[in-house]
């Protein structure tokens, strides 16, 4: 039986020794790819034990750098005498500045909760299949009028919505909500439903999307259920349908749809309806139905603007128990202006991300995590225009990127030029070389391990290479 | 196809591509990728996108997930006809690649349900494409704005020590053996790219197997002009 355990601090700095053998011997390439991921986890007697995080680094490096471990290490000391490397995934993911060291639980944007309350009576008939009947409908616990934030553009809508949701009787039918994607149609229509049930438990509220309404249709035709679906919608209180436009071409569900509506609103129970353009602009929908659609109030919802976008975003970030400055909130709110899902998407991310690499939500990090959508697309940098705004910047004339001059004035921003066309294209080295006046590869090598250099014992020169990638990337 | 003299005909033999956790290579390029993977189910939102350049390892991520979430895949035909209850009814979790596609309407629709009723079940939903989902041609409006609002993370262009990795794991997968030296002379001189190592190690790996000789520095060099990634 083998017991293995922990290196002890000696052998530890026999290994970090060994490290630092090895970065000499095998250049530093070599060395970040096959030897820096390493780590000494275990020992065993005269055996180490060193963890890689895949499977054939494991082979390679086994292959072709534990002999040399083992000499090395036969070197700093006796006891030390055979290397085993094992894979453990995870080691893999080494996180830049410590990572995230605890593992804060992303709450961001939990499922909705079902809804247990009151659940839609189940179908009689056997054929429905298992859990037959109207599947339970699902709110999501975020929609509810404390969480909707009024704004001119949405106020009528929302006016009207409370007043459903409030009265016992029918004040308009239906109710039509309407407008561009993302405006908050659902909201309304989950927060009506969690204000009855909080009101009236014993009221039956049905809220389904257009989607779902014509699948349970479809479904009961197939099963000769249809009796059963008649009553189930005919019994409800309120009737909720999201996004009617989508039965728009599908005759028999609008029939359907057509012979529910009518029966609810003899009895004078409330229907709500959204769709993404008012009844009488609804294509693909039979005309009798428009009509009927359009009898109660019809009240649309307009594009945000930017007052009522930050109060929005102020609001989530509330929701999400994220410190955000107000300075993201009011850029996000400038510049995410399409609608209210991306508008809230868009710090969902940023705060997820955040959190995931455990640092706080700045503005730059929202630079970083919305690149796709603040860009219009994602252009490539061409080494002429590194070449260009390099020369620009350090005030050289374009044709010294290609002249064999080798005064530092022009050679330097030669070499970061170099360096940045490494960094930001995936061009060879040697094109790279040919680009720059036919140079060799080992010459752009170079100018690439003396800009590394340079940027890691001067700061301010650091700052200016990083400020021209940041020109260069935007 | 025409063999020449002195050179063997090639079978075109797919290699086994090792898509496993531990052969996936982490690297500063992909580990937010990889940290999402291994959160789940932990995640932001019902739905992630991975996106980046064509064999970053978007797919063999969604295999590591497949692997943790039972997730089914569906391809971005299926959708046309999807249902997506049963779909979702069957499996929690949901893989779509190439969603960057163009989509008919019928598809278009088939996703939008989906992420609706995921959204709606607390299912996931994978999706891998080569541009960001902001960008991907969609029409529906409605779910144009679902996917721009979805968490989307990019695999980036891979440095020196990944290229070298990869070229390492796609000889492995082909049971090429090659020295360190071929390695780095190929790194610093081929394109960085993931498609760029790739069709290297294609053509090499066709080479080794025609001409029956060695993957040695001189035959990398030859290669390396022929596919123009020099």
Request: proline share 6%; with cysteine; charged share 25%.
């Amino acid at each position: 039986m083998t017991i293995w355990g922990r290196p002890d601090t000696m052998l530890a700095a026999q290994w970090t020794h060994v490290r630092a053998r090895l970065r000499a011997e095998f250049g530093e390439s070599t060395y970040n790819s096959w030897l820096k991921p390493l780590t000494l986890t275990e020992v065993q007697g005269d055996r180490a034990r060193l963890a890689v995080p895949t499977r054939f680094m494991r082979d390679w490096t086994d292959t072709n750098y534990a002999p040399r471990i083992r000499e090395l290490w036969a070197e700093e000391g006796d006891q030390i005498k055979s290397v085993e490397v094992i894979v453990e995934p995870s080691t893999a993911v080494a996180w830049p500045a410590g990572g995230p060291p605890a593992r804060p639980r992303i709450a961001a944007d939990p499922a909705p909760e079902p809804v247990a309350a009151d659940p839609a009576p189940t179908l009689s008939a056997g054929g429905a299949g298992p859990g037959g009947g109207i599947p339970t409908a699902s709110l999501d616990s975020r929609f509810t009028f404390a969480n909707f934030v009024v704004g001119r553009s949405n106020e009528l809508a929302h006016a009207a919505a409370r007043r459903v949701a409030e009265s016992k009787h029918a004040p308009f039918n239906p109710l039509f909500l309407y407008g561009g994607v993302g405006l908050g149609k659902t909201h309304l229509m989950h927060s009506i439903a969690w204000h009855i049930r909080e009101l009236d438990p014993s009221r039956r509220v049905l809220y389904m999307s257009a989607e779902k309404f014509m699948y349970q249709f479809i479904r009961a035709l197939r099963f000769k259920t249809t009796m059963d679906f008649k009553e189930q919608f005919r019994s409800v209180d309120v009737l909720m349908i999201d996004d009617i436009q989508f039965i728009a071409g599908k005759d028999s569900t609008q029939e359907e749809f057509f012979h529910t509506f009518n029966a609810l609103v003899d009895q004078n129970r409330q229907i709500v309806i959204s769709a993404d353009k008012s009844p009488s602009d609804l294509e693909g929908m039979e005309v009798r139905l428009k009509s009927r659609l359009g009898w109660g109030l019809v009240a649309d919802i307009h594009p945000t603007d930017y007052e009522l976008r930050l109060g929005i975003l102020q609001s989530k970030a509330e929701q999400l128990e994220a410190e955000t400055p107000s300075k993201l909130l009011e850029f996000l709110a400038h510049k995410i202006t399409s609608n209210v899902r991306e508008l809230e998407g868009a710090l969902n991310r940023i705060v997820a991300h955040a959190t995931l690499v455990g640092r706080p939500v700045t503005l730059e990090t929202a630079h970083e995590v919305l690149h796709d959508l603040l860009r219009a697309n994602d252009r490539r940098v061409t080494i002429d225009e590194i070449q260009k705004c390099v020369a620009e910047h350090y005030n050289i004339r374009l044709a010294d990127m290609h002249s064999a001059r080798r005064a530092r004035a022009v050679a330097r921003p030669r070499q970061v030029a170099m360096y940045l066309a490494k960094q930001l294209t995936p061009r060879s080295l040697p094109e790279i070389g040919r680009k720059f006046g036919g140079r060799d590869h080992t010459t752009v090598m170079h100018a690439v391990r003396r800009i590394d250099e340079l940027r890691s014992t001067d700061p301010s020169f650091s700052e200016d290479v990083e400020l021209l990638r940041r020109m260069l990337e935007t | 196809m025409r063999a020449s003299a002195g050179r063997q005909l090639v079978l075109d033999l797919q290699p086994r591509t090792a898509l496993g956790r531990e052969d996936f290579l982490p690297a500063p390029c992909n580990q937010e990728a990889l940290a999402w993977i291994d959160r789940w189910p932990d995640w932001p939102a019902c739905g992630l996108a991975i996106w980046g350049p064509p064999g970053c390892g978007k797919s063999h991520l969604a295999q590591v997930w497949r692997a943790v979430s039972a997730a089914a895949e569906i391809t971005p035909a299926a959708l046309r006809t999807l249902s997506p209850r049963e779909a979702l009814v069957q499996n929690q979790a949901v893989i779509i690649e190439a969603a960057d596609g163009e989509f008919d309407d019928e598809a278009e629709v088939g996703l939008f349900h989906l992420y609706n009723l995921a959204r709606e079940l607390g299912a996931t939903l994978l999706l891998t494409g080569r541009g960001a989902p902001a960008r991907w041609p969609t029409r529906l409006p409605d779910l144009r704005s679902r996917l721009a609002a979805l968490p989307a993370v990019a695999i980036g262009h891979p440095d020196d020590a990944l290229i070298e990795a990869v070229l390492v794991k796609l000889f492995g997968d082909r049971q090429l053996a090659v020295s360190a030296d071929v390695i780095r002379f190929l790194q610093a001189r081929m394109e960085r790219s993931f498609a760029a190592a790739r069709q290297t190690v294609d053509a090499l790996d066709e080479r080794a197997l025609a001409s029956q000789r060695p993957i040695t520095i001189p035959v990398a060099r030859e290669v390396l002009a022929e596919v123009g990634h020099g």
